[in-house]
Structures are given as structure tokens and as C-alpha cells.
């Protein structure tokens, strides 16, 4: 499976926007899937890499930390600024999806800041650790390390948002505009999108057991997991100080090298 999708990235690069398009939507990333880092063009909130690039890139504070999670359990930890990492239970027997989600959260339909900038945006992706799409459970934990992406705040999440909804949404049957202004507009999208500064993350299974009984026999299921996250965050992210009980800690040592700062 992950040939497959290495191969089918280095035919997007190949050829063109079309197959970009095509692969922001059915394919990338994969799981341990790269990019050269490029920096955003002047005049665009920097991030730690964009929506194509590594996990490695510019100057960024590396926030790591270990945890464990049990099936149908929620696993939350302070990140900083406000967010928190979440791993969100899927239901009994079928595992997790990685989010970043505000601290405070006045609703559950209040945004999660991976979705929108971790393609594909239809069939499998990073983010889902779980059974979904006929992915066994011990498939599910051998996909390691997962890489993803996210927003740091609700603009961000707009903006990433609304490039997503012009590149890969179908238009409404009452947009007059000819095929060529609707396929220039996805393309813009498309483009804008793979350049969108973002913060990246990684998380890696360290240990794990599968279970093989309940709803989803044939797949098993993950009774836990032991993981560790790595999160590389802009300079200027007000991360959560570094706690060795909870095997938190926060490495600002890219910044002060390359010059960058962090908020006191």
C-alpha cells in the first residue's frame, strides 16, 4: 500500500496541477511520506513547513511527550496557546483519529485544526488510527510514524478552509461561470493550498496490543496503544513548559540558533 502511494506522488510532481488536484484529494500524504521544505512566499504567516513539506524544516520550537490510551478512551494534552492534542475515540473496538482542538470548546462543532490541512480529503488518511476503509488493526498500528499537519487558531482554520472547499468541492449547479473560470479557480486553490504555512506533527507507536474478539473480529481491534508525538511549532507559540513527571518537554533550540523568537 505504501509503494503505492510513493509512486503516485512522484507522478503528481510529474504531471502537473491535474494530478496535484487528484492527489490532494485521494492520496497524499502517506504516513512517512516527505517533501523539500520550501518557505512560504513573503507576506504569508510563516509556519514550520507547508502543507507538502517534511516534518523537518525551518526554525521551530519541538514540543515531545509519550502517552498511553486504552480502546474507546479520550486522550488529551496541553500543547500550549490554548490547544490541545486529542486523540478522539472513533466508538467501542474501532480506535482514534488525531486532532488538535481548542482548550476551550464551546461545542462540539467547533473546528479541529488537522482535517483541514492533512490531504487527502476523501479515502484513507494519517489521521485516522483506526479500522476504517478495511485497514486491520494490526495494519492500523504498524502505519508508523504518522505524519500530519495543523492550523494554530480559528483564522487559519478559515482561510485553509475555504481553499479546500474551491479545490475539491463540486459548484453549485447555480454558478454561471464557464468550465474554464471554475477549473482556474481549483487550480488557484489547489496551488495556494500546497503552500498554506502550517505546524506539523508526528506521532509514532511504541507499543500496542490487538484484540481479536467484539464488532470488528475479522479487523481486531487496538486494545491500547503506547505512542510518543513530536509537534513543531512556530517560534512565537506560547508552548506548555516543559514537565519531566508528565515526559513533557519543550525544545526552543532551533529558534534561538536561526534567530528566532519566542513569546515571553
Not at 507538502?52 to 520550537?61: K, L, M, N, V
Not at 502517552?67 to 500543547?79: A, F, H, L, P, W
Not at 474554464?180 to 506521532?203: C, I, N, W
Amino acid at each position: 500500500m505504501w509503494d503505492f502511494y510513493t509512486k503516485a506522488l512522484a507522478f503528481v510532481r510529474f504531471f502537473g496541477w491535474i494530478a496535484a488536484l487528484f492527489a490532494l484529494v485521494f492520496i497524499m500524504p502517506s504516513s512517512g511520506g516527505s517533501f523539500p521544505y520550501s518557505p512560504p512566499p513573503q507576506g504569508v504567516a510563516t509556519g514550520c513547513g507547508t502543507v507538502i513539506s517534511s516534518f523537518e524544516g525551518g526554525p521551530c520550537i519541538l514540543i515531545s511527550f509519550r502517552g498511553k490510551v486504552s480502546d474507546n478512551q479520550t486522550y488529551e494534552r496541553r500543547i500550549g496557546d490554548g490547544l490541545l492534542f486529542h486523540l478522539a475515540p472513533n466508538g467501542a473496538h474501532f480506535g482514534w483519529e488525531i486532532q488538535v482542538v481548542p482548550e476551550q470548546r464551546e461545542d462540539t462543532k467547533q473546528p479541529e485544526y488537522v482535517w483541514v490541512v492533512t490531504p487527502p480529503y476523501h479515502f484513507w488518511n494519517p489521521r485516522y488510527l483506526d479500522v476504517s476503509y478495511g485497514m486491520s488493526a494490526s495494519e492500523a498500528v504498524r502505519s508508523s510514524p504518522r505524519n500530519f499537519n495543523f492550523v494554530l487558531d480559528e483564522e487559519q482554520y478559515k482561510k485553509a478552509a475555504h481553499l479546500v472547499e474551491l479545490a475539491v468541492s463540486s459548484h453549485s449547479l447555480s454558478d454561471k461561470r464557464s468550465t474554464e473560470e471554475l477549473e482556474e479557480e481549483s487550480r488557484d486553490a489547489g496551488k495556494a493550498l500546497f503552500k498554506f504555512p502550517v505546524a506539523k506533527g508526528r506521532l509514532l507507536i511504541l507499543n500496542s496490543r490487538i484484540g481479536t474478539s467484539g464488532e470488528n473480529g475479522k479487523q481486531g481491534f487496538i486494545e491500547w496503544l503506547e505512542f510518543r508525538v513530536d509537534l513543531r511549532v512556530p517560534c512565537d507559540f506560547s508552548a506548555t513548559a516543559t514537565d519531566a513527571a508528565a515526559e513533557i518537554s519543550v525544545d526552543h533550540s532551533k529558534c534561538s540558533a536561526e534567530g528566532g523568537q519566542k513569546k515571553q
